[in-house]
């Protein structure tokens, strides 16, 4: 996403633009230690815990505190999640 977030999107570098962009940096943390322990692809092809753990944080966020670019970020990663969630298989990888 480059010019909305530094963590929405592949890869991910610098500070946290704003709370998505935090939420975005953690899921990111979070697929680094599931492809470490399951490997690739499982951790990026399936939806996983770090997938459900962001949708629920974001379930938290008051969209009418946000500016521009958060929202326009928020609205990115909702339609990820979405479409990742309808067409992905469901997988237990989680932390513990």
Same mark, same amino acid.
């Given at each position: 996403?480059?010019?909305?977030?530094?963590?929405?999107?592949?890869?991910?570098?610098?500070? &946290? #633009?704003? %709370?998505?962009?935090?939420?975005? =940096?953690?899921?990111?943390? !979070?697929?680094?230690?599931?492809?470490?322990? *399951?490997?690739?692809?499982?951790?990026?092809?399936?939806?996983?815990?770090?997938?459900?753990?962001?949708?629920?944080?974001?379930? &938290? #966020?008051? %969209?009418?505190?946000?500016?521009? =670019?958060?929202?326009?970020? !928020?609205?990115?990663?909702?339609?990820?999640? *979405?479409?990742?969630?309808?067409?992905?298989?469901?997988?237990?990888?989680?932390?513990?």
């Amino acid at each position: 996403m480059g010019v909305l977030s530094n963590y929405c999107g592949l890869g991910g570098s610098g500070p &946290t #633009l704003h %709370r998505v962009d935090e939420i975005c =940096k953690r899921h990111d943390e !979070y697929y680094d230690f599931l492809r470490a322990k *399951h490997g690739w692809p499982e951790s990026y092809l399936t939806w996983n815990a770090a997938d459900a753990d962001m949708e629920e944080e974001l379930q &938290t #966020l008051d %969209r009418n505190k946000m500016g521009y =670019k958060e929202r326009m970020a !928020y609205r990115e990663v909702q339609i990820f999640l *979405h479409s990742k969630k309808q067409v992905a298989p469901h997988h237990t990888l989680k932390k513990g």
